[in-house]
Nanobody, 126 residues
Framework: ELQLAESGGGSVQTGGSMTLSCKAS????????IAWFRQVPGMECDLVSG???????RYADFAKGRFRLSEDNAKNTLTLRMNNLKPEDTATYYC????????????????????WGQGTQVTVSS
């Protein structure tokens, strides 16, 4: 069974840092386009950062300069390091994998993102 499992969420104060991890099982992340999304209740689910199989990395404007995406192929894990966190970063963070558009495609929530984790909550207090 193909699964994604997020970990690392929690609570932090404004200006703090947090690292989220997404562990894949049942498939090799290195063969997929992979990304982190986030969602606030009642709002759309938005891209945070993603990576394609040609090595391209994309960041949402709010993530540029503060968040860093990395892969550990040996551990089959995608990591999101978040620095200088703000209250508006409070959301549920999800990792997702796309096996059909591995070199590019929409960075919006789309059926192409066929695999999702259960999400991990990040809360940033002021």
């Amino acid at each position: 069974e193909l699964q994604l499992a997020e970990s690392g969420g929690g609570s932090v104060q404004t200006g703090g840092s947090m690292t989220l991890s997404c562990k894949a099982s049942g498939f090799n992340l290195a063969n997929f386009r992979i990304a982190w999304f986030r969602q606030v209740p009642g709002m759309e689910c938005d891209l945070v950062s993603g990576i394609t199989r040609d090595g391209g990395t994309r960041y949402a404007d709010f993530a540029k300069g503060r968040f860093r995406l990395s892969e550990d192929n040996a551990k089959n894990t995608l990591t999101l390091r978040m620095n200088n966190l703000k209250p508006e970063d409070t959301a549920t963070y999800y990792c997702a994998a796309d096996c059909t558009n591995v070199y590019g495609g929409t960075w919006s929530v789309d059926p192409a993102w066929g695999y999702w984790g259960q999400g991990t909550q990040v809360t940033v207090s002021s």
